[in-house]
Each structure stands twice: as C-alpha cells, then as structure tokens.
C-alpha cells in the first residue's frame, strides 16, 4: 500500500468526476486541507471516510488501497473498464462521469428503439415521448440505429 499512489489516484478519480477539493471535502463533512493531504500521500482518509469516499468516486475499496482501477470477472466493472479506455482516447471536453452516462443514455436508448417490430412504431414513440416533430424524431431513429449497426457488418 502505497500512500503516494493513493493520493494520486483519489485526485485522478475526482478530476474525473469534476468534483472541487472543496466539494468532495464537503460531502464526506471533512476539510479541504485534508482531502489535499491525502491527495499529496501525506496520510489517508480515516477510515469512517473509505466507503462513502468509494461511493463518491464510483472505485472499490480494493482500487482505493491499490491506487489504481481494477479489473475483475464482473461484466460490470468491464464494462466501466471500457468506458475508461475510451474516455482517455477522447478530448476530454467533460467529464468521465458525464462520458460514461452519455455512453449510457445512447445505449438506452439503441435498446429501446431496437425492441420495436417498426421504424414507424420507434419513431411514434419518440414523438410522443418527446413532443418533438415526426421529422426530428424519424433522424434520431436513424441516427441511432447507424451507430448500432456500425459494428454489425
């Protein structure tokens, strides 16, 4: 266990979120200049703060303690994996939680759109959902099916 990895791996995943020293400080009731402290290596978070500072970061207890994410049989951590990986290819205009709910959001709504028998039935209920013209909603059907089926051929 290395405090120093630690540290770096608390700012690294707090960067991602977007969250200010002040802010996560805030959320676990402790200061700024301890979450600095930690940040630096030059001691740990006390540990009543490891699990909801886990939670806030969206890391394990086992990354924390390893300063670094890891990998398990879980598809979900893959998944987050994945996420990750391509969040680092991109230019980090956001955040890596707003990648990663983008990521979501696109692959929620590929599924739904999927499960209708119909272009037509999908875009219907986009119109209805949306309140959105049947032309803007017949191109958001297209586009989202495009990037379903990009990789399908």
Do not use: H
Request: net charge negative.
């Amino acid at each position: 266990m290395n405090q120093i990895n630690i540290g770096k791996f608390i700012a690294q995943c707090r960067k991602e979120k977007g969250i200010t020293q002040e802010q996560l400080a805030s959320m676990l009731n402790t200061t700024n200049k301890s979450v600095s402290k930690w940040e630096n290596g030059n001691c740990l978070p006390d540990s009543s703060l490891y699990e909801p500072l886990c939670k806030i970061l969206n890391i394990s207890i086992n990354e924390l303690f390893a300063g670094e994410r890891l990998v398990d049989d879980s598809n979900n951590n893959l998944m987050e994996m994945l996420k990750y990986k391509l969040y680092c290819l991109s230019d980090k205009n956001i955040t890596f939680e707003q990648f990663s709910m983008a990521l979501d959001r696109i692959s929620e709504v590929t599924t739904i759109l999927k499960s209708f028998p119909s272009k037509e039935e999908a875009v219907k209920f986009l119109m209805n959902e949306t309140s959105t013209s049947y032309e803007e909603c017949e191109k958001a059907y297209d586009f989202y099916i495009q990037l379903f089926t990009i990789n399908e051929s």
